[in-house]
C-alpha cells in the first residue's frame, strides 16, 4: 500500500561536496566516546567504574529516572574517563577500544512467534530502545505508552546527507525483521516514506505503509511526514525511528549481538575525497577526516548535516544518531562592504543583491558565516516559503520565547522538533536561533506537561 506525498514548500540546497558511492571501511578507532547529551533530557546513572573492562553490548549506564532504558557500548574494551562538567554532570564517556570487538552474547528471539512483551524487553535490556524517539518532545520513548503509529523517513532530503538507498543496500532481511517486532508495539499503522525516484529497499518489505515523497527539503524530515499523514493531538504519541537504527535491531533479532556499525557519509567542499565509510558509533571523526584528506585547514566538522548545530573538535567523536559527517570551511572571515554589492555565490530566497536564482543547478561552496548578528525577528514572509508543516512558524517560536503554553499547544508544538526549523533560521535575515528556541520550548512544554 502506498501513497503519493509532494511537497512545494522548501529549499533545495545545492553544495559541493557529494559523497561518492563508494563504502571504505575506517580505519579502527583508539577511542570511542559516548555524550550523554546526545540523550535529551536522559540523567545518566554509571554501571561501570573507570578501568573497568566489557564487551560490545554491555550495559555502561542507565537512565535515572527511568532504570528500565539502558544505554550499551558499542564496541568491546575499557572505560577510560568519566568526564564531567558543572555540578558534576557526566558529560563524556570515554572508552579505550579494543583491537578487535567481542560481543555480549543474547538469545535469539523469533519475532513472528514472540510476544510485545518480551520483544519491548529485549530492546530495553540490549540498549537498543534508545533508538526508538517519541513525538510530542522529541525525546528516547516513554515505554510504557503505547504510540498511534510509528513513522521512518527513508528519504534523505537535506543537503549532503547520506543518501539511505546506498547506506541500505543487502540490509533487507534486518529491516524485515525490525518493522515485524514494531508492528507488534502498536495497533496503528508503520508509515515509511522513500524518494519518489529512487530505488529503496523498503519497496519490498511487508508490514508498512509505505509513502513516496517527492519536493524540496524537508521533504525527507520525519516531521514533514507526520505532519502530512497523521498530525498529533494532544494526549497522543508517535514513535520515530531512523533506517540505519533499524539495522542495528534487526540484527540483535536476528543473531542476538548488539552491532553498533554505522555507514558515514563523510561529505562537504573542504574534502579532497568525500565518500562513504563503515564505522561504529562514537568513533573518532578524525580516523575518518584524514583518511579523506583536507582541502585547507580553516574548517568546520559537524557531526551530522551542515543545517544541524553539533560542530565537533578535529579530535571529536561521531555523535550516538548520527550517519553524516560534514566538513565546510569556517566562516570566519569578514568581507568590507558585503552588504553593499551584488553577490554571485550566495545562496538566497531574494533577488535583493543576490542572484543565485540565475543559476538554480548551480552548486555552492557553503561557509559557517553567518553574515551579521542576532536581532529582532523581520517580517518578511521568507519562514512561510521553506516551511512546509500546516503550522505558523514565527508564531510558534514567539510562543515558545514567552513561554506561553497554551499557544504553543494551540499552534502545534507536540509534533515538532528542532530540526523541523533547521531551514526557517538558514532564511532567517534576523539570525535568530530558531532550533535552540524550539527546544527550550520542548523542554519546558515535557517538565510542565510531561
Wanted: one cysteine or more; hydrophobic letters at 35%.
Amino acid at each position: 500500500m502506498s501513497k503519493d506525498i509532494r511537497i512545494k514548500k522548501g529549499l533545495d540546497i545545492r553544495l559541493v561536496g557529494e559523497p561518492e558511492k563508494a563504502l571504505t571501511n575506517a580505519p579502527r578507532s583508539r577511542t570511542f566516546v559516548i555524550k550523554p547529551s546526545d540523550f535529551h533530557l536522559i540523567t545518566p546513572k554509571m554501571v561501570l567504574k573507570e578501568g573497568a573492562k566489557f564487551k560490545a553490548g554491555d550495559i555502561l549506564f542507565y537512565h535515572r529516572e527511568n532504570e528500565s532504558i539502558k544505554f550499551a557500548a558499542p564496541v568491546s574494551g575499557t572505560l577510560t574517563e568519566i568526564k564531567r562538567g558543572a555540578k558534576r554532570v557526566i558529560t563524556h564517556i570515554v572508552i579505550t577500544a579494543d583491537s578487535q570487538d567481542e560481543y555480549r552474547e543474547f538469545n535469539q528471539l523469533d519475532v513472528s512467534k514472540a510476544e510485545p512483551e518480551a520483544i519491548k524487553t529485549r530492546l530495553l535490556e540490549s540498549g537498543c530502545w534508545v533508538f526508538v524517539k517519541q513525538r510530542p518532545y522529541d525525546v528516547i520513548a516513554n515505554p510504557e505508552k503505547t504510540p498511534k503509529a510509528i513513522f521512518i523517513s527513508a528519504h534523505a532530503s537535506a543537503p549532503l546527507v547520506a543518501d539511505y538507498d546506498f547506506t541500505l543496500s543487502g540490509k533487507e532481511k534486518e529491516l524485515q525483521t525490525a518493522i515485524h517486532a514494531f508492528s507488534k508495539l502498536t495497533k496503528g499503522k508503520i508509515h515509511v516514506g522513500i524518494g519518489s525516484n529512487g530505488t529503496s529497499p523498503f519497496e519490498n518489505l511487508v508490514g508498512i505503509t509505505l509513502h513516496k515523497v517527492s519536493g524540496p527539503h524537508p521533504s525527507g524530515n520525519v516531521g514533514t511526514l507526520i505532519n502530512k499523514i497523521d498530525p498529533i493531538n494532544k494526549g497522543e504519541t508517535v514513535w520515530t525511528l531512523t533506517p540505519q537504527d533499524l539495522v542495528v535491531i534487526g540484527e540483535l533479532l536476528l543473531k542476538g549481538k548488539f552491532n553498533a556499525e554505522r555507514i558515514v557519509a563523510l561529505s562537504g567542499s573542504s574534502l579532497k575525497s568525500p565518500k562513504y565509510y563503515r564505522t561504529k558509533i562514537g568513533a573518532e571523526v578524525s580516523t575518518m577526516v584524514y583518511d579523506s584528506g583536507l582541502n585547507g585547514e580553516n574548517v568546520r566538522i559537524i557531526s551530522g548535516g551542515v543545517l544541524s548545530e553539533k560542530k565537533v573538535p578535529a579530535d571529536g567523536h561521531l555523535g550516538y544518531y548520527d550517519d553524516t559527517i560534514t566538513v565546510i570551511p569556517e566562516g570566519d572571515d569578514y568581507e568590507f562592504f558585503g552588504w553593499n554589492k551584488p553577490v554571485f555565490n550566495k545562496i538566497s530566497l531574494t533577488r535583493a543583491l543576490t542572484f543565485s536564482w540565475l543559476t538554480p543547478n548551480k552548486k555552492y561552496v557553503l561557509d559557517t558565516n553567518t553574515n551579521g548578528e542576532h536581532r529582532a525577528f523581520v517580517q518578511t514572509g521568507m519562514y512561510e516559503q521553506v516551511f512546509p508543516l500546516d503550522i505558523y512558524p514565527m508564531q510558534i517560536m514567539k510562543a515558545c520565547m514567552v513561554e506561553d503554553l497554551d499557544a504553543m499547544e494551540e499552534l502545534g508544538m507536540f509534533e515538532v522538533a528542532p530540526e523541523d526549523f533547521a531551514l526557517t533560521e538558514f532564511v532567517c535575515v534576523s539570525k535568530q536561533p530558531h532550533q535552540e528556541i524550539i527546544r527550550k520550548g520542548l523542554d519546558l512544554m515535557y517538565k510542565e506537561i510531561g
